[in-house]
């Protein structure tokens, strides 16, 4: 089945930018997207990605996809404390189905 | 618009005990997910109902049931509790035609 792998933690300081990075093995996967989930809360996408799609820029978020490879990365510039949270990669390859989600990468931001 | 609502937000049951965690949406969604978090884990998806009137099983059905009572409402029932089922259960909800799944804040549930 499909499978999506994240590494588990990420500290960075304040101001510096946040690279999460994540691997999907499903070629078939037609959407990309990034969650993020702050404590006692539910997921919230931030933003995602078609496949057709090389890179995806919102702000602060920049989103690569390297289809070849089946690698994603979410930069986020200028970290600020309040981007702490835990960060969801998905992949679905149907618009009405179910999405496949990583295990979450914890970013800590310090001061 | 409330988005997703999910009741209770914490329950403690005892080996055995049964009970059914309700999810209702809002926004006139298609589709609806019942999805079980555990500590250090991925969402893993427990069942999900395209539309109103069919469910399917996902990754990890065994020991759930589900009914889509109308388009609004997707219930989760535990017949029988069991530890392993000790979890962080989220519901969420999507439009056909569109990519956002929006989740509510989720159920802790223990069973001892």
């Known amino acids: 089945g499909e499978d999506v792998e994240q590494s588990l933690f990420l500290s960075v300081r304040e101001g510096d930018s946040s690279v999460i990075n994540c691997t999907y093995t499903?070629?078939?996967?037609?959407?990309l997207y990034w969650y993020k989930q702050e404590p006692g809360a539910g997921l919230q996408l931030l933003t995602y990605?078609?496949?057709?799609?090389d890179m995806k820029q919102d702000q602060r978020l920049t989103v690569l996809l390297n289809k070849k490879d089946k690698h994603l990365s979410l930069r986020i510039a200028d970290t600020q404390t309040g981007d702490s949270a835990i960060y969801f990669c998905?992949?679905?390859?149907?618009?009405?189905?179910?999405?496949?989600f990583g295990d979450g990468t914890t970013l800590t931001v310090k001061p | 618009n409330a988005g997703v609502t999910q009741t209770p937000k914490f329950q403690v049951l005892k080996t055995g005990q049964s009970m059914t965690l309700q999810c209702a949406q809002d926004m006139n969604h298609n589709s609806m997910y019942w999805y079980r978090q555990d500590p250090g884990m991925g969402l893993r998806l427990i069942y999900y109902?395209?539309?109103?009137?069919?469910?399917d099983k996902g990754e990890v059905p065994n020991g759930y049931n589900v009914s889509r009572l109308n388009k609004r409402e997707f219930s989760l029932r535990l017949e029988s509790a069991a530890p392993s089922q000790t979890s962080v259960y989220f519901c969420?909800?999507?439009?056909?035609?569109?990519?956002?799944?929006?989740f509510g804040p989720g159920t802790r549930l223990t069973v001892t």
């Open positions: 499903d070629s078939s996967s037609t959407y």
């Open positions: 969420a909800s999507k439009n056909r035609g569109h990519y956002e799944q929006y």
């Open positions: 109902s395209a539309s109103e009137g069919t469910t």
């Open positions: 990605i078609f496949s057709n799609m």
């Open positions: 998905a992949e679905s390859n149907t618009n009405a189905g179910k999405s496949t």
